[in-house]
């Protein structure tokens, strides 16, 4: 006997705990709790360099003090935003702000549902802010009343006897929307951080970019994402056209064909999004084709070369055994015994290209496009001179549903102030021997506004000026 009560009084137990579980993590104390271990957590990773956000002084701290970084390492706290620790705080925390919003759903339905019960008394019930009884003229058809109410777009409960009336009666759900889009910016603001992606990547006219990691620049070292993958994208750079009038840089004209062929266009402030990944212009360079070949005119080597040389930049490759230190002047003009630009726009391109080996230098010399210069017993020849620009690349999963969420908040927001609940209590009675409306009226927000807003109404479904 004692073994077969032994079972409910375990599932009663087991239902009390659960109760008082689900009580404790949606309570205000638990959400506290929450944000205040979140936000110590933050505040820790603002003090110990990150691997992933400050690579150089995680490596150069490493070095300083290998034990100590080591113990961090072990506690997950060079890795916090990523961490084990912090991803369980997260996932608590949604379930907290779930539960407050399941919880809500009765509230938000015991507002808007719509019973003969809300039918009481204008002058003994409580709640309501406006009280006033307005004198009905002779003539006038009671149930016009309530017909009017309804033009004006109340819902209406009863009749002249009794009635109560709701204007903009699912105001209520609004709260709950808007308690939904904070839901949603939180959670597309947490899967943005843990899928984000960042690297830069140099591409030349004409090239085809696959996504490849190896294809992205080592400094800075792309920030890895802590979760899901890096940006799967295949496209070719077109063309490049930057936009220079005299020494204004007014744009950049990038056009890229996807995978399928279909042609975008890159500019300043246009970047190219595929994948939830954003390739955004940031930078300019000149890719000449180089190409070295003996006193015959036998080819020994050539390449195209993604210099960095524009704005006055230097930069240097290497063909054969020689250096090349490349500057570059975009409008060339030999003044005053100087290599010069006369303006910023690429109406006249040249390299002045200094030849160095083993510490001496060979020789150095101008060299426009489809131009060469010669040095001991070598040609170096400059076959095409398209350009390069570098994307500033970000991949972050949780935007559509950060953008869904901020969204949702300005229809919330929207909803909730401008078409906020009106109530309304009503009944037609003798008073002093005159027929009177005896109204009662009370709104959610701009108690004066709204007060008016009852007068105007009344005096207009009733012909009266004067409210007693």
Known sequence: MIIRLAH????????????????????LRFTI????????????GLWVPQKNLLKTIYIEWQKNSPGLVALLDTLGLTTIYSSPIILTLWLLFFLNLALVLWQRVPLVKSRIAFSDAKI?????????????????????????????LRNRRYTVLGNTAGFY??????????????????????????????????????????ELFQGELYRYNTMPIPKMPAIGSIPKVSFSIQSIEPQVVRNTVTGINVKIADAEGKIHEVGINTPYDSDH???????????????LTDSSGKELQGAYFKLDVVKGRQDTFRLGDFIFTADFFSNYEFKDGAHTSKTMEFANPVFVIT??????????????????????????????????????????????????????AT??????????RREILGAVRDENGQRCLIVAGRSEYYKSLAEDEFVALFEGITGTSDKK
């Open 165 to 206: 009336g709701v204007k903009n009666r699912l105001a209520p759900i609004a709260f709950m929307i808007f308690h939904l889009s904070f839901f949603l910016v939180l959670l597309g603001g947490v899967v943005s951080v843990y899928t984000e992606f960042i690297g830069f990547i140099d591409l030349a006219q004409g």
């Open 120 to 148: 009481t008394d204008p002058i003994t019930t409580g709640g309501y802010s406006f009280h006033s009884s307005f004198p009905l003229p002779a003539g006038l058809d009671e149930e016009k009343i309530i017909g009017a």
């Open 277 to 291: 990944s954003s390739f955004v212009f940031k930078h300019l360079g000149v890719a000449p084709l180089f190409v």
């Open 411 to 420: 229809i919330g927001v929207i909803w909730r102030l401008l078409f906020y």
């Open 8 to 27: 409910p009084l375990l599932n009663i137990l087991d239902c009390h705990m659960l109760k008082k579980l689900i009580k404790y993590l949606s309570s």
């Open 33 to 44: 709790l929450l944000i205040s271990l979140l936000g110590l957590i933050f505040a820790i």
């Open 355 to 408: 030849v160095e080996k083993d510490g001496r230098k060979f020789a150095e010399a101008a060299v426009p496009k489809n131009g060469s210069m010669e040095f001991a017993g070598y040609r170096l020849e400059m076959r095409d001179m398209p350009f390069w620009v570098r994307f500033y690349v970000v991949r972050q999963r949780g935007l559509s549903i950060l953008y869904a969420g901020f969204l949702i």
